[in-house]
């Protein structure tokens, strides 16, 4: 089981919210009388964070999504030690290093290359450190030729993509990040994009605060949506991307999405019955699933009989399937009156960790009947850890090794 490097523990956080103040004489002479005074306590705080608690592995891709004003921010600052939580524990192992504002420290009458070791010494690195990496943060920043103009010379997008190719020569166990991709133009993104890629692949610990739906589904492995200072979904980021747009339907969209989703995750059951699926179960391990159906005959004989089944993701779409008629080595299966019999299928387990719906169909007489079709029998809840894809197929992987002069 993989390390918790990010503990936090119903962290609540509330800020004071500066008053009204007296402008006139009139107004101070007002006020002292006891008029224009707040309500109450309330008017005076504003709870940004109310009980977050959560988990994060060593190295997870971590996504924080929710929308503006609902704390996220203020949850990777406590996360940083920029600020202090009202009540709550956080704990982290490792070197924790927050690219939250960039740019912090620059100063504009400085040249671009003291700015480099300016910044360098707030990230904790020696002049001897940035000597070694200077030129790799200029090649990075695509600014060689500015680098001994002054920063109030430099546009946004330079002083940002400056910024950035410091903060990343830290050696860090765990990056925070917040709005990062959006650094730079197109290019620079792009530039950006391979550097996250190179984290995700060397397993860093990396939690991402954005609103971009792309980067989730493509970086994260598990994400959390907070509205309103609380945590409303926790799970794995396809499905967080999806929470995180329900928060911006109204009521009426939320309770026709909802009624529509009760109606599809309902079974649905046809055929004649003269054979039923009377049970059902479904074991999964890291390595196969194992379905297994219990059929029971009416008071009549069949023969060919083909029992098939359906794995689907939470969109409907069909992902695994199989028939013991169509298999490789087919499986044939009859029935007396009244005889009960047990079907068994083994199949690698090559699903993401995720949850499926399975449904079945039951028919005899090499499909001319149709005794039992049912739909949405049951949902799979397959926990496999470490599993980016939809599908993991069951490739076989040949590695070879070719000396130098071997062309």
């Given at each position: 089981?993989?390390?918790?490097?990010?503990s936090?523990?119903?962290?609540?956080?509330?800020f004071k919210?500066?008053q009204?103040?007296?402008?006139s004489?009139?107004?101070?002479?007002?006020?002292?009388?006891?008029?224009?005074?707040?309500?109450?306590?309330?008017?005076?705080?504003?709870?940004?964070?109310?009980?977050?608690?959560?988990?994060?592995?060593?190295?997870?891709?971590?996504?924080?999504?929710?929308?503006?004003?609902?704390?996220k921010?203020?949850?990777?600052?406590?996360?940083?030690?920029?600020?202090?939580?009202t009540?709550?524990?956080?704990?982290?192992?490792?070197?924790?290093?927050?690219?939250?504002?960039?740019?912090?420290?620059?100063?504009?009458?400085?040249s671009?290359?003291?700015?480099?070791?300016?910044?360098?010494?707030?990230?904790?690195?020696?002049?001897v450190?940035i000597?070694?990496?200077?030129?790799?943060?200029?090649?990075?920043?695509?600014?060689?030729?500015?680098?001994?103009?002054?920063?109030?010379?430099?546009?946004?997008?330079?002083?940002?993509?400056?910024a950035?190719?410091?903060a990343?020569?830290?050696?860090?166990?765990?990056l925070?990040?917040?709005?990062?991709?959006?650094?730079?133009?197109?290019?620079?993104?792009k530039?950006?994009?391979?550097y996250?890629k190179?984290?995700?692949?060397?397993?860093?610990?990396?939690?991402?605060?954005?609103?971009s739906?792309?980067?989730?589904?493509?970086?994260c492995?598990?994400a959390?949506?907070?509205?309103?200072?609380?945590?409303?979904?926790?799970?794995?980021?396809?499905?967080?991307?999806?929470?995180?747009?329900?928060?911006?339907?109204?009521d009426?969209?939320?309770k026709?999405?909802?009624?529509?989703?009760?109606?599809?995750?309902?079974p649905?059951?046809?055929?004649?019955?003269a054979?039923?699926?009377?049970?059902?179960?479904?074991?999964?391990?890291?390595?196969?699933?194992?379905?297994?159906?219990?059929?029971?005959?009416?008071?009549?004989?069949?023969?060919?009989?083909?029992?098939?089944?359906?794995?689907?993701?939470?969109?409907?779409?069909?992902?695994?399937?199989?028939?013991?008629?169509n298999?490789?080595?087919?499986?044939?299966?009859?029935?007396?009156?009244?005889?009960?019999?047990?079907?068994?299928?083994?199949l690698?387990?090559?699903?993401?960790?995720?949850?499926?719906t399975?449904?079945?169909?039951?028919?005899?007489?090499?499909?001319?009947?149709?005794?039992?079709?049912?739909?949405?029998?049951m949902?799979?809840?397959?926990?496999?850890?470490?599993?980016?894809?939809?599908?993991?197929?069951?490739?076989?992987?040949?590695?070879?090794?070719?000396?130098?002069?071997?062309?």
């Amino acid at each position: 089981m993989s390390e918790v490097v990010i503990s936090l523990k119903n962290i609540k956080k509330k800020f004071k919210l500066e008053q009204h103040k007296s402008s006139s004489v009139k107004e101070t002479v007002i006020s002292g009388f006891g008029f224009n005074k707040p309500n109450s306590d309330r008017a005076k705080t504003h709870q940004v964070l109310n009980g977050v608690s959560l988990e994060i592995k060593k190295g997870e891709f971590f996504g924080v999504l929710g929308k503006n004003g609902s704390g996220k921010s203020t949850l990777l600052k406590i996360l940083s030690g920029i600020y202090q939580p009202t009540t709550g524990r956080v704990e982290t192992k490792g070197k924790l290093v927050p690219f939250i504002e960039l740019g912090v420290g620059f100063k504009q009458n400085l040249s671009g290359r003291d700015n480099v070791y300016l910044n360098g010494a707030l990230l904790g690195f020696s002049r001897v450190e940035i000597d070694k990496k200077y030129n790799e943060i200029v090649k990075f920043a695509e600014l060689e030729k500015f680098m001994d103009q002054k920063l109030k010379n430099y546009s946004s997008g330079m002083k940002v993509r400056l910024a950035f190719s410091v903060a990343i020569q830290a050696e860090a166990d765990i990056l925070v990040l917040d709005e990062i991709l959006a650094v730079g133009d197109a290019a620079f993104q792009k530039k950006c994009n391979e550097y996250f890629k190179t984290l995700k692949d060397n397993k860093k610990t990396v939690i991402l605060v954005t609103h971009s739906m792309k980067a989730v589904k493509e970086f994260c492995n598990r994400a959390v949506v907070i509205d309103e200072g609380k945590i409303i979904f926790e799970g794995e980021a396809d499905q967080a991307a999806d929470e995180y747009l329900n928060i911006f339907e109204d009521d009426e969209q939320k309770k026709e999405k909802e009624e529509k989703k009760e109606e599809e995750a309902e079974p649905e059951r046809t055929g004649d019955k003269a054979i039923t699926i009377h049970r059902i179960d479904v074991k999964s391990t890291n390595d196969e699933i194992r379905i297994l159906a219990e059929l029971k005959a009416s008071n009549k004989s069949f023969s060919n009989i083909g029992l098939g089944f359906r794995i689907e993701d939470v969109n409907g779409r069909i992902l695994i399937g199989a028939n013991n008629m169509n298999i490789s080595k087919p499986v044939s299966v009859n029935m007396k009156p009244n005889e009960r019999k047990t079907i068994e299928f083994i199949l690698p387990n090559i699903l993401a960790n995720n949850t499926y719906t399975i449904s079945c169909t039951l028919t005899s007489g090499n499909g001319t009947f149709t005794h039992d079709h049912w739909r949405n029998i049951m949902s799979i809840e397959n926990k496999r850890e470490n599993v980016w894809y939809p599908l993991v197929a069951p490739a076989k992987v040949i590695v070879k090794t070719s000396l130098a002069n071997d062309d």
